[in-house]
């Protein structure tokens, strides 16, 4: 298996500055971002669908944040980023997606089950969001889940603090 790498010309390089980065930039801070208005608002309550509307407000808010964000923040011409709309809307979907995937257990109406589905979701996405960046970024795996897991841990931590206030 080949990994592409930005210090490749090219094809390569440009897939990876135009698709792939954004679309990382996206999922880890969706993946990220959300934790903590999910977690706060279920540990809090105790009440799954509260803490799914709020995961899913929240993943809305964040994706067309930065969609905005990414498409506002160069017009792609002197850093050979590509088309900012077509990157606002990656970054955008993929923020979107990484923070809805962990809200959806709360769908699930049994608290206890709830969570534990979100936390097994969430370990999903850091081993995904980790392989994503060994695979087109060539940064190590253990790495990669450390650095990505330390946020997530962070997050939580502050959440958990947060919903227990209550």
Request: aromatic letters at 10%.
């Amino acid at each position: 298996m080949t990994t592409l790498t930005l210090s490749g010309r090219g094809a390569d390089s440009s897939f990876l500055l135009q698709r792939a980065q954004p679309a990382m930039t996206g999922l880890i801070d969706g993946s990220l971002s959300t934790l903590a208005p999910v977690f706060a608002v279920a540990l809090a309550t105790h009440q799954p669908i509260y803490a799914f509307f709020t995961g899913l407000a929240t993943a809305i808010g964040a994706g067309v944040s930065m969609a905005f964000s990414e498409g506002l923040s160069d017009t792609g011409d002197l850093t050979g980023r590509g088309s900012p709309y077509r990157r606002g809307t990656i970054t955008g979907a993929g923020t979107f997606l990484g923070g809805v995937l962990h809200t959806l257990p709360f769908l699930i109406p049994e608290y206890g089950l709830a969570l534990v589905v979100a936390l097994a979701t969430i370990a999903f996405e850091l081993v995904a969001l980790s392989w994503i960046r060994w695979r087109f970024f060539g940064t190590g795996f253990l790495r990669s889940f450390l650095a990505i897991a330390l946020g997530g841990v962070i997050i939580t931590a502050v959440s958990a603090a947060l919903g227990a206030v209550s």
